[in-house]
């Protein structure tokens, strides 16, 4: 694997970019302790998920068993191994929000987008999350896209914010 | 310093015991008081999963776990209430709600924790429906071991003897809460990863999870061909550990019921892998002269324990030209069997299948190893084999606890049996090839062989005292003659790897090492008896120190037929026949 990892590398400009930023941030870290979550957070933020070779290369780098590495990944929900779309879309199914129609609004997002919760879209715009309340109860149901919450929600309303990104 | 004593009450009693005990042990060694555990493992793993060992505490709202805390002054214990038994069961409960309950087909019906607990804490039915909606699959890609997910309870002891005791760190916990798994990197099985096939994992599961790779259907489909001739070899470790299969005290030498076991299940010759264990030290030993006189690179490392040649490979790639290129006894052993005895019995090898039995689960591994073919190359040109026709130097590894399963199904009363002899020529041994089977033992008979060969004196004491024993790394220094042998030995992948951390920075003291992948040597192999006594390798050491002060040959050089294996057909030790069919090569696997 890392010995083919070196070749890709080296056709891949873009591939090599990343794994650059990542050995930057390394030789800053790892030195510290419980660098590997910070190695793996950064990893993630640079290839926005974590694909087996940067977990194959993180665990040579830090000379953490491969299995200790996976472990972590494995353990924390907001790693991801799957690649994550350009926009993350989370419906939240709270009381609050599931009593004022949050799920109708899950559904028309699942069949507009054509996945499940924890998938991403084929073009990779979007991943689809489910959240179980996001201290918006009085705006429910609510939808939070990226970073930015959208309250009183309708099936079509959230179609037509979909549409908005790109 | 003294150590504080506490006063504390374990089930109204009055105890005094030293400060930092836990209630555990306070109640198992000073009341005599047992209290069920399932994922404690004494130093070894320590993590208070389980939660079965709960004990009341007078003024502590809730139950505590036994294992983890520490006596108080004036701590008062209740170790068997009604509420502590009904945690308990209700953890087992807990614990089953997911498992397959296939006791009556499960390998460990007979020695599980899991089970015993059941019915100790009176476990009738399980409540609790299950969480996963399917079973988990089976990893099946290793050579040597099986690990089926839905038996096992979490308890970790695998993954800490993995990690602090062979230091592999091939497995650990993955996913979080009810969906946690014990898994590899990338959940790509143990064939697929750093894993050495040892089985000191399988030893400490205490329940069905972890078993081995079974070749039983392999063997009584070769014992029930009529065309094939099949021959059994023993390792060494072996005698001294299958009586507890059939209820005989711990260290009986059972060497000569084993050789009657065999012969009654139908094997065509009982042969000895002792044999190759003398063979074995004659290239090794040969092999050391040599670099010695020569300048070569030092330290040599034995061979002998394919999960530490697999470690070496994948851990220690750089400094392979220190291991000795000699093959194990077991490889050596159908290497021979199918060029020197088939061509001097006059049979084709073809028909010859070689079954070995093993400590060992890493055997299983190595005989797969594709350059283990010696015989078929041998013969290849004077047959007129085609390449399709290949045949393995060694067919079937059993390990102990498959040979005794064998002799049960087969119905014979194993501890009655008459003690009878292996078969002539591939059974003759020496006491130096007996203690291959304990740590150090393959250093002393090598000592044994090099003194004389060396000297050309006779050695006045065989025994080697240093190099004996249980610690994790031995060392002596030997005197030949006025020249200054420095010697280590190791056991356990863990020291093992602080002896080639000193090799592999060029800062090794030493002429010659012997590494074995197990603790205490073979005779604590992944495929022994799983025994619950806590001496139980000492036990084994003793009855194989017993079993070579009792042999009239101790030194592998004056073994007869070893002697004679030379003049007939390989001519000197490390000749170029000898290279060709006993030694082997290693590879890199650090990118595994
Ligand atoms: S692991 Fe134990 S409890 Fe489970 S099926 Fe096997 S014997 Fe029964
Ligand atoms: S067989 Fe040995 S190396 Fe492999 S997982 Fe078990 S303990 Fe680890
Ligand atoms: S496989 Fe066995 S030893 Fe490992 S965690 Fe599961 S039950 Fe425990
Ligand atoms: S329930 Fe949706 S924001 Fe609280
Ligand atoms: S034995 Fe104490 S928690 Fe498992």
Not at chain 1, 57 to 78: E, M
Not at chain 2, 199 to 208: A, H, S, Y
Not at chain 2, 409 to 427: C, N, Q
Request: aromatic share 6%; proline share 4%; hydrophobic share 35%.
């Amino acid at each position: 694997m890392s010995m083919n990892l070196e070749d890709r590398l080296n056709e891949n400009p873009e591939l090599k970019k990343q794994f650059d930023e990542l050995d930057v941030y390394i030789d800053e870290k790892a030195s510290q302790q419980g660098s590997l979550i910070n190695v793996m957070h950064r990893a993630q933020e640079i290839f926005g998920y974590l694909p087996d070779d940067v977990l194959y290369y993180v665990a040579k780098r830090l000379n953490v068993p491969r299995s200790t590495v996976y472990g972590v990944v494995t353990f924390y929900h907001f790693f991801s191994r799957v690649p994550k779309g350009r926009h993350t879309v989370s419906v939240c199914l709270g009381t609050a929000c599931y009593v004022r129609g949050g799920s109708t609004v899950y559904d028309r997002v699942m069949k507009t987008l054509g996945i499940k919760a924890g998938e991403t879209s084929q073009d990779r715009r979007f991943t689809l999350d489910l959240v179980r309340c996001v201290g918006a109860c009085g705006l429910a149901p609510v939808v939070v896209i990226d970073k930015d919450t959208y309250g009183r929600m309708t099936p079509d309303k959230v179609v037509t914010l979909l549409n908005k990104y790109a | 310093m003294e150590t504080r004593m506490l006063n504390v009450k374990i089930n109204g009693r009055d105890y005094q015991v030293p400060d930092g005990t836990t209630i555990l042990r306070a109640a198992r060694e000073y009341a005599k008081i047992d209290v069920p555990t399932l994922c404690y493992l004494e130093g070894i793993s320590e993590e208070g999963a389980c939660a079965i060992c709960v004990v009341e505490i007078k003024g502590a709202r809730n139950l505590q776990r036994a294992c983890l805390t520490k006596v108080s002054e004036g701590m008062e214990v209740w170790t068997n209430t009604s509420r502590v038994r009904e945690a308990r069961k209700l953890n087992v409960e807990l614990l089953l709600a997911n498992h397959p309950k296939d006791c009556l087909t499960c390998e460990r019906s007979q020695n599980c924790d899991l089970r015993e607990l059941a019915s100790e804490l009176g476990v009738r039915e399980v409540e609790f429906p299950r969480t996963r909606t399917e079973w988990l699959p089976v990893d099946n890609t290793s050579l040597s071991l099986v690990r089926d997910p839905n038996k096992c309870v979490l308890c970790r002891r695998c993954v800490n003897v993995c990690a602090k005791v062979q230091s592999v760190y091939a497995i650990d916990i993955m996913g979080r809460g009810s969906n946690s798994t014990v898994s590899t990197f990338l959940d790509e099985g143990l064939g697929n990863v750093e894993c050495v096939n040892c089985g000191q994992c399988l030893l400490v599961c205490p329940t069905g999870a972890i078993t081995e790779r079974s070749e039983i259907p392999d063997v009584w489909k070769a014992l029930g061909d009529p065309d094939k001739v099949v021959v059994v070899e023993t390792a060494p470790a072996v005698r001294v550990a299958i009586g507890e299969e059939f209820g005989m005290p711990d260290g009986t030498q059972a060497t000569g019921k084993m050789a009657a076991a065999l012969r009654s299940l139908g094997f065509d010759e009982v042969f000895d892998t002792d044999f190759s264990a003398d063979l074995t030290i004659m290239e090794e030993g040969f092999e050391l002269i040599g670099r010695i006189k020569n300048g070569g690179v030092l330290p040599l490392i034995t061979s002998c324990s394919p999960g530490w040649v697999k470690f070496a490979e994948t851990f220690f790639p750089k400094v392979l030209d220190h291991v000795s290129t000699c093959k194990s006894p077991q490889q050596m052993f159908g290497t021979v069997t199918k060029t020197y005895w088939a061509e001097k019995m006059g049979i084709d090898p073809r028909k010859i299948v070689v079954v070995s039995v093993m400590p060992c689960t890493a055997k299983k591994f190595e005989k797969e190893r594709p350059e283990m073919k010696t015989a078929f190359h041998y013969w290849q040109e004077k047959l007129g084999l085609k390449d399709e026709e290949a045949f393995k130097d060694v067919d079937c590894v059993l390990t102990t606890r498959e040979a005794a399963k064998m002799i049960r199904e087969a119905g014979i009363d194993f501890a009655s049996l008459p003690d009878e002899d292996f078969d002539k020529p591939l059974g003759e041994s020496t006491g130096a090839g007996v203690i291959f089977g304990a740590t150090g033992g393959v250093m002393e008979a090598a000592l044994r062989t090099a003194y004389e060969v060396m000297t050309k004196k006779s050695l006045a004491k065989l025994d080697f005292e240093d190099v004996r024993g249980l610690e994790g790394i031995k060392s002596a220094d030997i005197d030949i003659d006025g020249t200054i042998l420095k010697v280590a030995v190791a056991n356990g992948l863990g020291n093992a790897r602080v002896l080639m951390e000193q090799v592999q920075k060029g800062e090794s003291p030493y002429h010659f090492i012997e590494i074995m992948c197990c603790p205490g040597g073979c005779l604590g192999g992944g495929g022994q008896p799983i025994s619950d006594n806590p001496d139980i390798k000492k036990k084994r050491a003793e009855a194989i120190y017993r079993e070579d002060a009792g042999k009239p040959i101790r030194k592998s050089h004056e073994n007869p037929e070893i002697k004679k294996i030379y003049k007939d057909f390989l001519g000197e030790p490390n000749s170029e026949k000898a290279h060709h069919l006993l030694h082997t090569e290693y590879c890199d696997r650090s990118c595994e």
